[in-house]
């Protein structure tokens, strides 16, 4: 442990911040060494069921496909729901419904 | 079941919750035409109070996104139980604002409301019933509590009274829906 201060009462000071800093420090490095298991786990889980591995990407890339549909579908939605605001605000008649696509 | 399958299910219901999700708000949409043509109606209305109009200009602008109220529903309800009990006079005065209104512009503000409950179960279908089951819990036994102390049982307190307060509060926090208020005049 470093005292740099001068006079007992500024070494005690610098006594308590590095013991702070030593605790701090002890529960940072469990967390990594904690997150590091977990990693490490799931590693070994991929190797050792490679199937259930992929199953569950594809269903974690089908979820964020789904997210990201949704929010654009909700700005498309939101868009259209202000202007039917304005539409109404102004008072004009109701916007014509678009013409049925032919069959083929 | 085996253990390598459970991270597989919880990936596969993220899935299918995503999916669902999706479609419940696609879904509202008709719901939140309804609730737009009703509700610029009623912002012209010329009998409709200053304090409903604001409501509604917050419950239009909130047909897409109401999860910061309801966040904030979840932490509150149970505070707004204790003020129920203790001085209920801000949440008695959502129901004394409704009772002066004339008999179809009342009917026409809970119309409304309705609708937007309906889009709101649609856009936030997990949180909604989570705040309506807190409401459950807390508001009987803070009617209880209220109705022990001053010796008369209270006619607000329930689902719509405590949600309507909640909209209140955050149409008062927001000022820029004095703005959509203000343009539709």
Known sequence: MLILAEGPSSGFEVDIVSKKLSASLEVVTAILASAERIWS??????????????LVVVFLMYYVFQRRKTKTDMAAMKTKYDLERDRIRAQEPPLPLPPPEPRE | MSLP???????ALLGVIALADRRLKAAAQPLRF??????????????????TKEHVGFLLDSAFGMRGPLLF???????????FVVH?????????????????VRTAFLEIC??????TLANNWLLL????????????FAIV?????????????????????????QTQLMPKHSHAVANSR
């Open chain 1, 41 to 54: 786990r799931t590693l070994d889980w991929a190797s050792t069921n490679r199937i259930e591995f992929a």
């Open chain 2, 5 to 11: 399958f459970v991270p597989v299910i919880v990936a």
């Open chain 2, 34 to 51: 309804q609730l737009a043509e009703k509700g610029e109606e009623y912002l012209r209305h010329p009998h409709a109070s200053k304090e």
């Open chain 2, 73 to 83: 529903a979840v932490v509150a309800i149970p505070v707004i139980a204790m003020i």
């Open chain 2, 88 to 104: 209920p006079r801000s949440i008695l005065r959502s129901s004394v604002r409704l009772n002066t209104l004339e008999p179809t």
């Open chain 2, 114 to 119: 309705r609708l937007h409950d309906r889009i």
């Open chain 2, 129 to 140: 019933p989570l705040v309506e089951l807190e409401i459950v819990l807390f508001m009987p």
């Open chain 2, 145 to 169: 509590l209220r109705s022990l102390i001053r010796g008369r049982v209270p006619e607000t307190g329930g689902r719509d009274s405590v949600l309507s307060y909640i909209e209140w509060r």
